[in-house]
């Protein structure tokens, strides 16, 4: 008769972890290459959003010189205008002597007439100044010295009297 070999108990036990040793291996190998493969993508991320936080930078500085280079046309452009502007404002000026004679006095005096024009647009009436002209003064200094419309004219009034509202 045939023999039989008895069983031992760890026998199914035995079979059982051999044919569960590849899929704990496989389980394994999987979880290994899956939390590699996400190291991976986390740095590629991270390299791009460096790449991106640089592009983003260079944007930036060109968008803010952008913005300057306009502001500065802008105020260039005011600038040329305002000064076209005066340009076109000019003081028509005129004068002559006036000599009054009376029985005892022989008086001479300069008489200094201006206005302000816009291109061709008077902007007033004629100023009329008189000054009393003593022998051997400049006709000239004295006309420049008595005009309504000049830079220094303006200037000293502006000292001397109350200041304008702008």
């Not at 069983?7 to 036990?13: F, I, K, Q, V």
């Not at 790449?51 to 046309?73: N, S, Y």
Request: proline residues 3%; aromatic residues 8%.
């Amino acid at each position: 008769m045939e023999k039989r070999k008895a069983r031992t108990p760890t026998e199914p036990m035995d079979s059982m972890l051999w044919m569960m040793l590849p899929m704990f291996t496989a389980a394994g190998s999987a979880l290994l290459a899956f939390y590699i493969m996400q190291a991976r993508l986390e740095v590629a991320v991270s390299k791009e959003r460096e790449t991106l936080a640089r592009a983003e930078a260079v944007i930036d500085t060109h968008k803010q010189q952008m913005e300057d280079r306009i502001k500065a046309t802008q105020e260039e452009v005011r600038r040329r205008a305002f000064d076209e502007l005066l340009t076109d404002f000019r003081v028509e000026e005129r004068h002559y002597v006036r000599e009054s004679k009376s029985l005892f006095l022989n008086r001479k005096s300069m008489v200094l007439q201006e206005r302000l024009f816009f291109r061709n647009i008077p902007l007033s009436n004629w100023v009329e100044h008189e000054m009393t002209v003593e022998e051997g003064n400049d006709m000239q200094k004295l006309a420049k010295a008595c005009s309504v419309f000049t830079a220094k004219a303006v200037g000293e009034r502006q000292e001397a009297g109350p200041r304008l509202l702008r």
